[in-house]
Structures are given as structure tokens and as C-alpha cells.
């Protein structure tokens, strides 16, 4: 099958032909229909965060299930899914407690044990399985526990984007901040997952949605998708800015950009009381500096992983509040390629025009 393999580091994605394996008993294959590119990708093409090569990368993804495992009862074959790079085993304490995004066996016990063939091969030799999915492929094998069944009325492009970018985003409002009706919300970064937490910041009733960002056409598309105010950061010092529009300070936070410097006026644009969330991967090696006072005035700087989801119970969700019409993805998907064109597509998400590129397999 076609798969945009990775490798070197850094580098850029080359198409090739692999082998994929057959389900095992937990596993099940799935004929992948799309899939986004979402900037985690880019950032382990960089280096900035290490990874194993040869890999297939791609962690944004839907499709349908083409085969399952004998052990496999919750999904059949001409099922929908969503997968997750979430995949949780179900039982560590982790799990157990609900935080099934935290799981701590995911790496040891949702992969091929040593001895068995790999999922992912190419002459033989193995290619790694980027985050329990490798989405960039015709085809996935997956561990049962990474992916979600959903209506088969949703599309399989705008269900991609939940897979990450769109949990990422909505799951950091309502489950990692729990952002409540009325309160006030400013997020840094309008790409796909900070336009996501604006979308979350409006259906969860927020007062103020800010929305903040250097390039002014996707200040334009988070007005569109609920911001009520925008902040041009090229023009304006936007912790200045938030104070001014909420009279000293806004009740949350999110970081969608994963930079020091925008991690720091996330915390340093809180009210007393209020929470600051990191979601954008800010490189290995980078500090985050805050004036230790401020924390007299209770203020939370905190971190979000794929949105703390608990997926199978959120996908679902968000599937329905796409397919009533209060989450727009059809607006967030700037583009359709083809997987020949996933360097392109990567060159373009730097110069930081596009919302969303989804590949169509
Ligand atoms: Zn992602
Ligand atoms: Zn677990």
C-alpha cells in the first residue's frame, strides 16, 4: 500500500509502497478515507520532538473498518471510525480513574510485543507505527482501543479533524479548563486546534471568545467560527489588549501556538483565579518562566493533552454537534490534496495561511 514514510530526521515525507499486516486478535485494519495534517507531524519532521524513523507519520484520521481481530466485538467490518492516538488499555490506574488519555501502558501493551511480525513493514524490515496509527497510509492497523465508531452520516473528511485537532481544541475547554457559561476565554493561535478552542469557548457559552493571532485572515475565520473579539498580536501587545476588553484579565486561557513567549502571555493575560492552559508542544528544552508572585493571586498554569479526552464518549459528541450544525469544520478545512502532495501541504501550513489541509485517499 501508499504510505508517506519518514525517513530521516529531520526531513520530508516520501512516498513509498509497504506491507501491512493482518489483524490480530485486538486489531483491527481500516481502509483510511482521510486524513489531516495537523502540525504535531511537522514538528517530529523538525526534530523538535524525537521519534524512531523509518516511521509512517499521520495521527488525524478516519476511515472504514475492513477487517477485525477474533477477539474484536466492538467494531465489524463497513463500520465508520474516528481513530485516536489516545488508545488507552482500560485498565491501569490511569485508565480506571478516567483519564484514559493518560494511559500509562499504552506504549508496552497496545503495540506488537517483541517476537511478533511488525504492523508496518517495508522489505522485511520494520516501519515504525507513528502514535499507534500511521494515518499517512491506504490503509491502518490499529490496536481496538484507538479507535471510535461513529454515525455513518458524518462525512469521513470533516470526522478526520476530530481525531486530533478538533478534540485537542474542544476537549482542552471543556474538560481540561471546564470553562462554564459566562465566563471569559482568550486563545492564542487561530490554526486548527486554537480554532477548535474557540468553537469549544462559544458552545460552552463563554461570554468573551478572544481570539488572538498575527495573521489577520484567521482572525477573520475565528470570527466566523465564534470569536467575539480579535487581536492582531503584529499590531497590538495582546496581554495589554485582553486586559483592556475584560477589565483586567480573562477567566481562562489557552496556548494553541506552543511557544515560550506565548505560553508566558497566556499566564500573564489571567484574571486573579484564572487558568491558563498550554496546549501547543513547545519544543523539548524550552523553559516557561513566570513571575512566581502572581501565583499569590491563585492563578493555574496548566497543560492539556489531546484535549483530556475520553474519546469514545467525546468524538461522538462532536460528531453530533457537527452533523446539528453548532461545530463548523467545513470552514476549518482550507484545502483537499492528495497524499503526492503531503510536502507541499506541510511547506504551506509554515507559512501559517492555512486552517486545515485534509488528504482524500
Ligand atoms: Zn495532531
Ligand atoms: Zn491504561
Known sequence: MKAAVLNAIPGILEIEDIDIGEPGPREVLIRTVAAGLCHSDLHFM??????????????????????????????????HVITCLSAFCGHCSQCTDGHLSRCENK????????????????GGEAVHQFLHLSSYAEMMLVHEHAVVKIDKEMPLDRAALIGCGVTTGMGAVFRTAK????????????????????????????????AIDMVASKLDLARSLGATHLVNASETD?????????????????????LKQTAEQAFNMLRSGGQATIIGMIPVGTKVEIHGPELLSEKTLTGSNMGSNQFRTDMPRFVD???????????????TIAIEDINAGFEEMKTGTVARSVIAF
Open 46 to 79: 523538525e526534530g523538535k520532538y524525537p521519534y524512531p524513523c523509518p516511521a509512517v507519520l499521520g495521527h488525524e484520521s478516519a476511515g472504514v473498518v475492513e477487517a477485525v481481530g477474533s477477539m474484536v466485538h466492538y467494531v465489524k467490518p463497513g463500520d
Open 107 to 122: 506504549n508496552t501493551e497496545l503495540v506488537r510485543q517483541p517476537g511478533e511480525a511488525p504492523r508496518l513493514s517495508r
Open 179 to 210: 470553562v462554564a457559561p459566562g465566563e471569559t476565554v482568550a486563545v492564542i493561535g487561530c490554526g486548527g486546534i486554537g480554532l477548535s478552542a474557540v468553537q469549544g469557548a462559544r458552545i460552552a457559552g463563554a461570554n468573551k471568545v478572544i
Open 238 to 258: 495582546p496581554i495589554e489588549a485582553v486586559r483592556d476588553l475584560t477589565g483586567g484579565g480573562v477567566n481562562y486561557s489557552f496556548e494553541a501556538v506552543g
Open 321 to 335: 454537534m457537527y452533523l446539528d450544525g453548532r461545530l463548523k469544520l467545513d470552514e476549518m478545512v482550507s484545502k
